[in-house]
């Protein structure tokens, strides 16, 4: 049990520092899209740096754990929900409220209107970049490529128009929509194309590594 309290918090943790990402993004869409994208980074680097649980990042390794694990993801993504509305009730209770809630609802505005196959594809498509993304980080023996594969990743699925369910979270929750039926199916579909295209390169590479294996053996 407690064991699943600490991956619950560091999941929170990790939900509120997408909000931290997501708030300098809402802050500069309106005049610097790109240098939002960049500097949304800050909320992969601080997952990654500290450990702390992210949806999007964790359903890259289901095929490196067991069964279970999809229970310990599902802890994540509630966790995830929690802190990326505590990010967006702190900045209702500012001045900062009004400019963030309008950005918000824009960009809700035309996730509400996209079909749940596109968001579903669209979902997939942003978590092909965040597997570059926290793979790069964990796996490239240089310093200056780990931090790299951080920020393109993410700035790339920004600018591309992908859909991350976490970022999700938190715009519908500044958008004031997060708790009705219809976000929650929207983040459903899109947390499920997250799933799916963050297996697609562990999946290939391991059936490429199977086919490697058995030329060799032959």
């Not at 899209?33 to 964790?58: D, R």
């Not at 079909?115 to 942003?126: K, N």
């Not at 240089?142 to 699925?157: N, P, Q, S, T």
Request: with cysteine; aromatic share 10%.
């Amino acid at each position: 049990m407690k064991k699943t309290f600490a991956v619950f918090v560091k999941a929170v943790l990790a939900g509120f520092c997408i909000g931290v990402g997501g708030n300098v993004f809402l802050a500069l869409l309106p005049t610097s899209k790109p240098l939002g994208a960049f500097l949304f980074a800050v909320g992969l680097f601080t997952i990654c740096t500290h450990g702390f649980n992210l949806f999007t990042g964790k359903a890259c390794y289901i095929l490196d754990n067991k069964p279970s694990y999809l229970g310990t993801l599902v802890v994540i993504w509630v966790g995830n929900l929690v802190g990326a509305f505590c990010m967006a009730a702190l900045v209702h209770l500012t001045r900062l409220s009004g400019s963030y809630t309008e950005a918000a609802q824009g960009l809700v505005a035309a996730k509400n209107a996209d079909s749940l196959g596109s968001l579903f594809v669209l979902g997939a498509m942003c978590n092909v970049l965040i597997y570059i993304a926290v793979d790069g980080y964990k796996s490239n023996p240089h310093e200056v490529g780990k931090y790299l594969a951080l920020i393109l990743g993410v700035a790339v699925f920004i600018l591309a128009g992908t859909e991350h369910s976490v970022a999700d979270m938190y715009y519908y929750a500044a958008a004031g929509e997060l708790f009705t039926g219809n976000a929650i199916l929207r983040l459903v579909i899109i947390s499920l194309g997250n799933v799916v295209g963050g297996l697609i390169i562990p999946a290939l590479k391991l059936v490429a590594k199977k086919c490697e294996s058995e030329k060799t053996t032959v």
